[in-house]
């Protein structure tokens, strides 16, 4: 996991990088907002950011303000750091778009259990982003088969999008997961497959 740590105090970013970077996360530290908002706005931007409230350039609430405006093509777990420890302050920090807060000076084990929650957090989006994607792919599929079917009268096969007759299992097999076993209604078996065998075993009678 790849973690941005945008804090303007230098030895507290060190004290922050050094925490993550032995918990095993990937650490990318700046020291002003302006530089995180480039890189949030990247093509590999980390997916969990630790922000300062106060910063030079963008502090950290105008990040995440302009974070949670644009569109959500991948989710961001902010986690605002601020100094500031009045109720109003998180209230004011959470309601810009930031997920967690956290106060300074920070605790280690508080601030390693609030990262891990990040994480469980943007696992749970990113599986429900899959999910999500799976049912419109099947939805996709679904609405292919719905509308008016041009189907013989005769020999019952379907025009299809290119104007082609194709057997109804073709047509149905290119659009959907749907597989196909063959078998004889008992209705089909009356009228063709029975009198079949009735010729044959006259036929055979006849012989012997």
Known sequence: MKILV??????SRHILEANLRKWGYEVKGVENGTRAWEILQGGE????????????GMDGIEICRQIRLRPQTQPVYIILLSARSGQEDKIHGLEA????????PFDRDELRARVQVGIRV?????ALAHRVRQLEEALSRVKQLQGLLPICSYCKKI????????????????RSEAQFSHGICPE????????ELDRLQSITEKVL
């Open 6 to 11: 945008a804090e303007d105090q230098s030895i």
């Open 188 to 195: 089909c078996y009356a009228q063709y497959v029975q009198p």
């Open 45 to 56: 931007a980390p997916q969990l950011a630790i922000l300062d409230w106060l910063m030079p």
């Open 159 to 174: 025009r299809n999008d290119r104007n082609y007759w194709q057997q109804v299992e073709g047509y149905i097999s290119e």
């Open 97 to 104: 778009g930031a997920d967690d807060y956290i106060t300074k």
């Open 122 to 126: 943007l696992e749970l989006q990113s």
